[in-house]
């Protein structure tokens, strides 16, 4: 059973960094598009960023030049990199994983959540 565990958020202050992980916790082939959304108490979910195979990204107009999205297919890793962080990126993040199994079946998978607050 393949699940994908996201880890790195917490509490951080205004300007800040915080790196969020979502990691493969049982085999896949291979990550062939991935994103991240995140959802504000109150809010919808929201599209954050996202990946695709060929390495094209594409991020909300909110978060652009501060945050990265990348992908590491050796260690099944989607990672977020979120530099400047202001008061409103506060919410809890989720990742969403198009993956490849080793039967050459596509599956879609989404993580549990990481809660990311940005206080002073």
């Known amino acids: 059973q393949v699940q994908f565990v996201e880890s790195g958020g917490g509490l951080v202050q205004p300007g800040g960094s915080l790196r969020l992980s979502c990691a493969a916790s049982?085999?896949?082939?291979?990550?062939?598009?991935a994103g991240w959304y995140r959802q504000a108490p109150g809010a919808q979910r929201e599209l954050v960023a996202t990946t695709t195979t060929g390495g094209s990204t594409n991020y909300a107009d909110s978060v652009k030049g501060r945050f990265t999205i990348s992908t590491d297919n050796i260690q099944k890793t989607v990672y977020l990199q979120m530099n400047s962080l202001e008061p409103e990126d506060t919410a809890v993040y989720y990742c969403?994983?198009?993956?490849?199994?080793?039967?050459?079946?596509?599956?879609?998978?989404w993580g549990q959540g990481t809660q990311v607050t940005v206080s002073s």
């Open positions: 969403n994983v198009q993956a490849r199994n080793w039967d050459w079946k596509i599956e879609g998978y």
């Open positions: 049982g085999s896949i082939r291979t990550i062939l598009h």
